[in-house]
């Protein structure tokens, strides 16, 4: 079964930017849409952006302009970049399919937006 690890979380200053990774095993990764979930505190897990295997995207209205999902298939990675980032974007970040679940959740990486 795929499995993936989320890297590339930290501390930043609203304004900053981060780049976070997903790298998964299992050769049928390519077949999947892949998308990156978050979770603040308190809250449910929401859908930021997903990307198909070819390359189309959608994004959630709150990180549209600022965020961008790319994967490398060969590579067996799904990134996000995020810039601009708001305290309102903090979160433990996700990668899973879309719809979700269709793989084994990670353990995620923590982002925190904070002067």
């Known amino acids: 079964q795929v499995q993936v690890v989320e890297s590339g979380g930290g501390l930043v200053q609203p304004g900053g930017s981060l780049r976070l990774s997903c790298a998964a095993s299992?050769?049928?990764?390519?077949?999947?849409?892949m998308a990156w979930y978050r979770q603040a505190p308190g809250k449910q897990r929401e859908l930021v952006a997903s990307?198909?295997?070819?390359?189309?995207?959608n994004y959630a209205d709150s990180v549209k302009g600022r965020f961008t999902i790319s994967r490398d298939n060969a590579k067996n990675t799904v990134y996000l970049q995020m810039s601009s980032l708001k305290p309102e974007d903090t979160g433990v970040y996700y990668c899973?399919?879309?719809?979700?679940?269709?793989?084994?959740w990670g353990q995620g990486t923590q982002v925190t937006v904070s002067s």
């Open positions: 899973n399919t879309r719809p979700s679940g269709l793989i084994r």
């Open positions: 299992g050769s049928i990764f390519s077949m999947y849409i």
């Open positions: 990307i198909t295997n070819v390359g189309s995207t």
